[in-house]
């Protein structure tokens, strides 16, 4: 008995890689050295801690 649906793997698959391209590019404060609340912004946001996008102990 199939006890899923089909999904559609590759297209979650890039738009996962495209959301996380999109937060390490433009919600990364390089200078600062964490993750910003707005896009180039300079407040700290943790969120992505709590979402475990980044694991705690992760050098950056």
Same mark, same amino acid.
């Given at each position: 008995?199939?006890?899923?649906?089909p999904?559609?793997?590759?297209r979650?698959? $890039?738009? /996962?890689?495209?959301?996380?391209? %999109?937060?390490?590019?433009?919600?990364?404060?390089e200078?600062?050295?964490h993750f910003v $609340?707005? /896009?180039?912004?300079?407040?700290? %946001?943790?969120?992505?801690?709590?979402?475990?996008?980044?694991?705690?102990?992760?050098?950056?």
């Amino acid at each position: 008995m199939k006890r899923s649906l089909p999904m559609p793997h590759s297209r979650w698959d $890039s738009a /996962r890689s495209e959301i996380r391209a %999109d937060i390490w590019n433009n919600f990364w404060n390089e200078e600062r050295g964490h993750f910003v $609340s707005t /896009r180039h912004g300079s407040y700290l %946001d943790t969120s992505m801690l709590m979402m475990r996008f980044v694991d705690a102990t992760d050098p950056e």
